[in-house]
């Protein structure tokens, strides 16, 4: 199950992330950065025992390394918010997530409710009794302009296991595509799977 990005700002970010990753652009000062960080989650009271292993991927312009390691905080910061909130926090089983979309645009926040059966455990949240992540992962693909972070492609991938009447393995794995306003960072698109963890 697939959504396709409907914001026409989500595709123009994309290609141009795309179309001029390899532009050689980047400098010696900002090469993809394989460290990790644990990123915060959004209750600490439902902290996960998986944190999410957030890494910096293609920098499209010139990014200074300060700025790499504030962006992956922020980019882990926000898909931690949406992991929780959707699938891994909370109590089950229960059927309301109409809540489940912190770190979205308004516009963003209505086609994932709309889509909440791939975008959350609305599909079998009132049959399941508990989740349990294995992995959590996100790489930030960014686009610079003079030395700023100006939009970002998230690749994230969750999978995790569930209880009670329904017993899987899932995975959640796509794209998000962030902007930043006055209120930090946020989704306003996204494409993603939802299906059987290999």
């Known amino acids: 199950m697939r959504n396709p990005v409907r914001p026409v700002a989500a595709a123009a970010l994309a290609v141009a992330l795309t179309a001029t990753a390899c532009s050689g652009d980047s400098t010696d000062d900002n090469p993809p950065d394989s460290s990790t960080s644990a990123s915060a989650t959004a209750s600490e009271s439902a902290a996960p025992e998986v944190v999410t292993k957030a890494t910096l991927g293609k920098v499209t312009g010139k990014l200074p390394k300060k700025e790499g390691a504030h962006l992956k905080e922020a980019i882990g910061s926000v898909v931690d918010a949406w992991f929780d909130a959707a699938f891994t926090a909370g109590d089950y089983p229960r059927g309301d997530f109409h809540d489940a979309f912190p770190g979205f645009t308004t516009g963003a ?25 294995s992995k959590r992962r996100v790489r ?5 302009v003079r030395r700023k972070p100006v939009g970002v492609t998230a690749r994230v991938v969750l999978d995790f296991a569930t209880t009670g009447k329904v017993e899987r393995h899932l995975e959640v794995k796509g794209r998000l595509f962030l902007t930043r306003n006055d209120d930090g960072w946020r989704v306003f698109g996204y494409d993603m799977t939802k299906g059987g963890a290999r």
């Open 109 to 133: 926040r209505q086609e994932a409710v709309h889509d909440r059966k791939l975008m959350s455990n609305a599909d079998i949240g009132k049959r399941i009794d508990s989740v349990e992540a």
């Open 140 to 144: 930030i693909d960014v686009l610079a």
